[in-house]
């Protein structure tokens, strides 16, 4: 009875409050200010460092894989190509344009509202995560 058991608790509620916190500054902060780009930056980085310090275990490849690992890095390096064109090409880069839209410039109609833009953030922020945590 030492209270082990309280620890795994404990840091889920920790990271549980974290990404709340991020979640509600980020929904708080006006797309495309500098403090927005903070808001993701930040973990962003933090979890890529954790990831690639973490050692996953290996899967022995198969055709299935190697087709499922063509096709998704495909994915995303043409929607990442497609995101960085579109946002070099925009007249002025702190305001959307219509004519070069980002991923962010389709979805802010979407997430005007300060409740839509807070279950965004907590998507992505949750989606980040699994990404990471599997």
Known sequence: ?????????????????????????????????????????????????????????????????????VVWSTLLVVASVWEVYAFVQQPDWRRASDLHPTLSTLLDPALEQLPLRLAGWLVWLGAGWWLVSR
């Open 1 to 69: 009875m030492t209270g082990e058991p309280a620890r795994p608790f404990r840091r889920r509620m920790l990271l549980l409050a974290v990404v709340v916190v991020l979640a509600v500054g980020g929904a708080a902060t006006r797309p495309f200010s500098w403090q927005a780009t903070v808001l993701v930056a930040v973990p962003v980085i933090v979890v890529s460092v954790l990831a690639f310090r973490s050692r996953p275990e290996r899967i022995p490849p198969t055709v299935r894989l190697r087709r499922g690992v």
